[in-house]
């Protein structure tokens, strides 16, 4: 009886210990701590120029039509999350701080979700956000939104106009296979504009579902999640160079931002990585790759 006893208790400490172990509780590390160099937050522009400012990883501030849009809000500490389960290196997130005052990034009109993953709305920005703010969503997400105290939420099935702008939703993968069935709904948007239109992917492989959409769509600019995410087992969740190439043959005549890199653990190609691959090709002089806190402007037909 005891020894049926000491192995009960054996193996649910082997049990404790692996999950610890997967979810990055345990033998990780902080990150390096970067000098914080905190940029102002953009402000409002008139409707013939569209500023973009990329804050950190997918959030995303637009300026366009006398408006502000915040797009995927992840603002929490460097070093305050653990790593992602089952992905290295084991380095806890954001390995990189915020560029700017989380406060500042609230004086917004509306806030856009991409998907309900935590590198994209995370317990900072929960928190912060007035629980009245807009928020436009997918339909995969109003119920999560709805528990988590939200009151002001539109779901974009078909097109919204919302004070000058619209906004259109269009289905992605998160990963392919049962990858794509592990990671969940996710969806890549477009905002028009008086001034161009800007395309979304949100967190995307890039497959026939997304091809479509951008070839529907045309867009101005598109704002790609690179950074080659992946797990220890599977492809990759998210775009990488190669991806990025794909959307600069498709769309000759559009921009292309990219961000989505050098902010979490479990991406596996840098902004270095993404420059060295690019910098012969010909799309390379309508390529950005922003660091955190940048702004670009868009006017007169031309990104700079």
């Known amino acids: 009886m005891k020894r049926k006893f000491l192995l009960a208790v054996a193996i649910l400490l082997c049990i404790l210990f692996t999950g610890a172990y997967t979810m990055g509780f345990i033998f990780v590390k902080n990150p390096e701590q970067s000098p914080v160099k905190t940029t102002t937050v953009i402000e409002r522009t008139g409707d013939d120029m569209l500023n973009i400012q990329l804050i950190r990883h997918a959030t995303v501030l637009l300026s366009t039509s006398d408006l502000k849009l915040l797009v995927d809000p992840f603002l929490a500490e460097q070093g305050s999350l653990p790593p992602f389960a089952l992905s290295?290196?084991?380095?806890?997130?954001?390995?990189?701080?915020?560029?700017?005052?989380?406060?500042?990034?609230?004086d917004v009109d509306a806030i856009l979700i991409t998907h309900y993953h935590v590198d994209h709305f995370d317990a900072v920005a929960k928190s912060m956000i007035p629980k009245d703010t807009l928020i436009f969503c997918q339909p995969a997400d109003e119920a999560a939104l709805k528990k988590d105290g939200f009151q002001n939420i539109v779901t974009i099935t078909t097109p919204v106009d919302w004070q000058g702008i619209t906004l259109s939703r269009y289905d992605a993968h998160h990963g392919l296979g049962y990858l794509e069935k592990m990671m969940g709904a996710s969806s890549s948007f477009v905002v028009q504009s008086s001034c161009g239109s800007v395309f979304f992917t949100g967190d995307a492989?890039?497959?026939?579902?997304?091809?479509r959409s951008l070839n529907?769509?045309?867009?101005?600019?598109?704002?790609?999640?690179?950074g080659s995410a992946r797990f220890l087992f599977g492809q990759?969740?998210?775009?990488g160079a190669r991806d990025i190439e794909k959307i600069a043959t498709l769309l000759p005549e559009s921009s292309i931002v990219v961000d989505h890199m050098d902010a979490v653990n479990h991406c596996q190609e840098s902004r270095v990585d993404l420059m060295n691959y690019v910098s012969e090709m010909e799309f390379a002089d309508r390529l950005f790759i922003p660091q955190d806190g940048d702004v670009l402007t868009y006017q007169s037909g031309f990104l700079r």
Do not use: C, Q, S
């Not at 290295?88 to 609230?106: G, S």
């Not at 990759?236 to 775009?239: C, L, Q, S, V, Y």
């Open 216 to 226: 529907e769509t045309k867009p101005d600019i598109v704002i790609a999640n690179g």
């Open 205 to 211: 492989v890039y497959d026939d579902l997304l091809e």
């Open 88 to 106: 290295t290196p084991r380095v806890k997130n954001p390995l990189v701080p915020l560029p700017v005052n989380a406060a500042d990034l609230l």
């Open 236 to 239: 990759p969740i998210t775009m």
